[in-house]
């Protein structure tokens, strides 16, 4: 079975999608090659740039074909373009050695260009939680500034193909400080245990971080949803989230688990690695976990 190319798995809205393009509109068809130094980062941009093995990949490609779609950008009155979708092919031409990039120069408001900068980068599947809620939340903004009618979550959830309510329990994670935000990120705090925290004052927040380094606790969903009712309720301290959380606490253990090669030959051909087995296995964890988060509340 042969590894895709990750650039092959990302899902682009179409251009006429993001701009309302017709035939007769040719403007919008124009690109320009722009220096990469005239390009600057969307103000805020929500997505991480990772020199990973999907940059190295994406380097190789632009080294051998070049930037094949172009970015897309607008006049920054500072000078120069602000970028609105193309940050990590800016990112891996600066590697790659390449000095332009092709790029539409659109004309567009900052609440216009906050949703096509999320809507170009949200369905790709390597989106961390940090990276969706802080998306959510800017386009969530940007159309409720623009005073649209109707209900905005309904609206997102139509373009995202994700419930209202789970877009809404994403854009509740960026009330959380940025250490617990990463915990979420790098799975020691679980996505429902990190909404349910949301709801903790900042300082509320910080015991439970405190708690979480000092005995490398790993919190679970009803310790979680006590904190949030005691919270609430103007009832937590300091000792009682240290009595919560140090109550039939498990600290971490390194958990290893070990599949007999027998059964999984019904699933791998022979040359699929071990390493690709392991993506795979984790991929369709994460999908399977995402898909019950909806129906906790």
């Known amino acids: 079975m ?29 690109v320009r090659d722009v220096l990469i130094e005239e390009l600057h980062d969307f103000h805020n941009h929500p997505y991480k740039i990772k020199n990973d093995k999907r940059m190295d990949e994406l380097v190789a490609s632009i080294k051998e074909h ?8 607008r006049l920054d009155p500072a000078g120069g373009y602000e970028i609105i979708a193309g940050h990590s092919r800016k990112r891996a031409c600066e590697i790659a050695g390449i000095t332009t990039m092709p790029m539409y120069i659109r004309n567009l408001s900052d ?6 900068m999320v809507d170009s980068n949200i369905q790709r599947e390597d989106v961390l939680p940090s990276e969706k809620a802080w998306a959510y939340k800017m386009k969530y903004d940007a159309i409720k500034h623009q005073g649209k009618k109707g209900d905005s979550l309904k609206l997102m959830s139509d373009e995202a193909g994700e419930s209202g309510k789970v877009i809404q329990r994403y854009i509740r994670l ?9 915990m979420v990120d790098s799975k020691k705090v679980g996505f429902t245990q990190g909404v349910e925290l949301s709801f903790l004052k900042k300082k509320e927040q910080e015991w439970v971080l405190n708690q979480i380094k000092k ?9 979680a949803s006590k904190l949030k009712k005691l919270s609430q309720n103007r009832e ?8 919560i959380l140090l109550a039939d ?13 027998s059964r999984l030959d019904d699933y791998f051909p022979d040359n699929v690695t071990e390493e690709e087995i392991k993506e795979i296995i984790i991929s369709l964890l994460d999908n399977w976990r995402n898909k019950t988060t909806e129906g906790v509340d």
């Open 2 to 30: 042969a590894k895709n190319n990750s650039a092959s798995k990302i899902a682009l809205n179409s251009f006429e999608d993001l701009f309302g393009r017709t035939d007769s509109d040719n403007r919008n068809t124009d």
């Open 174 to 182: 960026t009330d959380l400080i940025i250490e617990l935000l990463d």
């Open 215 to 223: 005995n490398e606790i790993i919190i679970s969903i009803k310790q």
């Open 66 to 73: 070049g930037v094949l779609v172009p970015g897309i950008a």
């Open 111 to 116: 609440d216009a260009a906050t949703i096509v």
């Open 249 to 261: 606490t498990k600290k971490t253990k390194k958990r290893k688990v070990t599949l007999d090669s």
């Open 236 to 243: 937590l301290t300091e000792t009682v989230t240290v009595e």
